[in-house]
């Protein structure tokens, strides 16, 4: 009972979609090679959510080159945070589900749906 009433209260806690996806409350990058950016379009990878019953990121492991942008589009019961379930790293995070982040260095940046748990990995090149 206890995981429900706080699985119940995280979702609660993301509030409704915003319609602004630069809205600078929702996006958290405290790493150098990952930076909050506007969401202005075909630039960016789209990550989403797919399934009603068995939620994953599509697509589950972007690839893209430094200094391409990721737009997750996931909506409000999808917040997205760095690292795995058991290890999360803080070094990003979009709290609303809507928002871009730039990543700016090679290398592998694992994500989560912080409510859900479900994985993901951006890959770098």
């Known amino acids: 009972m206890k995981r429900f009433a706080l699985i119940f209260a995280m979702a609660a806690a993301c509030g409704g979609s915003s319609s602004n996806p630069d809205a600078p409350a929702s ?6 090679s990952v930076k909050s950016v506007a969401c202005t379009g075909s630039e960016a990878v789209t990550v989403t959510v797919v399934g009603s019953t068995q939620f994953a990121f599509s697509p589950m492991n972007p690839s893209i080159t430094a200094g391409q942008a990721i737009h ?8 997205v945070k760095s690292g795995t379930p058991s290890a999360p790293t ?4 979009v709290a609303n589900g809507d928002g871009c ?12 749906c912080e409510v859900h748990l ?3 990995t951006v ?3």
């Open 27 to 32: 996006i958290d990058a405290k790493v150098s």
């Open 72 to 79: 997750f589009n996931t909506t409000s019961f999808h917040p």
């Open 90 to 93: 803080n070094d990003f995070e």
């Open 101 to 112: 982040l730039m990543f700016t260095q090679a290398g592998s940046f694992p994500f989560f």
């Open 118 to 120: 479900f994985p993901g």
């Open 123 to 125: 890959t770098v090149n």
